[in-house]
């Protein structure tokens, strides 16, 4: 049950894109079409931004987009707001369980 | 609209016990195997356990196999934690999450603090 590895941070101005990784194994991201996304602001629960990798929940912007290729699956947040700084987690069905993410902080410059 | 409502944090000394409630509404809780999943202050989430809908098939993160018992009762919506043998490192902020394969709504959380 090793944690999925994403780059600890990310940055970008406003109206700009990032792009978050999130990697795994065979046995997790690269096994299932089952990750997911998402966002938590400071001293708030984690909130839904992608599922079943590129699928968005209802209420959610379309300038959050997922895709993955073979064991890493990403998170592309385009025209960057401010509201979009926070932590973002990715996580992936392991077969019985599930494995989350490192995380990734967001800035927005 | 779908709430989960986590119960039941506090303080506890190492080695003392403590169980977590979460009651769910606002879906049909059979259709979904629950979860709990845990974060540790300024750290990242960490899956905990998950039950089946009919409460038949259970799964524990190896850090709390053992100590932890996750159990469900249908007939009152509701999902629970039972922690025993607690220790320092299982100080963190416990959520409530609904799942289909991974979680999708997830409660506001319980703080659990283990200390002397």
Known sequence: QSALTQPPSASGSPGQSVTISCTGTSSDVGGYNYVSWYQQHPGKAPKLMIYEVSKRPSGVPDRFSGSKSGNTASLTVSGLQAVDEADYYCTSYAGSSFVFGTGTKVTVL | ?116
Do not use: H
Not at chain 2, 3 to 24: D, F, I
Not at chain 2, 31 to 49: C, D, F, H, I
């Open chain 2, 1 to 116: 609209e779908v709430q989960l409502v986590e119960s039941g944090g506090g303080l506890v000394q190492p080695g003392g016990s403590l169980r977590l409630s979460c009651a769910a509404s606002g879906f049909t809780f059979t259709s979904y195997w629950m979860n709990w999943v845990r974060q540790t202050p300024g750290k990242g989430l960490e899956w905990v356990a998950s039950i089946k809908q009919d409460g038949s098939e259970k799964y524990y993160g190896d850090s709390v196999k053992g100590r932890f018992t996750i159990s469900r009762d249908n007939a009152k919506n509701s999902v629970s934690l039972q922690m025993n043998s607690l220790r320092a490192e299982d100080t963190a902020v416990y959520y409530c999450a609904r799942a289909v394969a991974v979680p999708d709504y997830w409660g506001q959380g319980t703080l659990v603090t283990v200390s002397s």
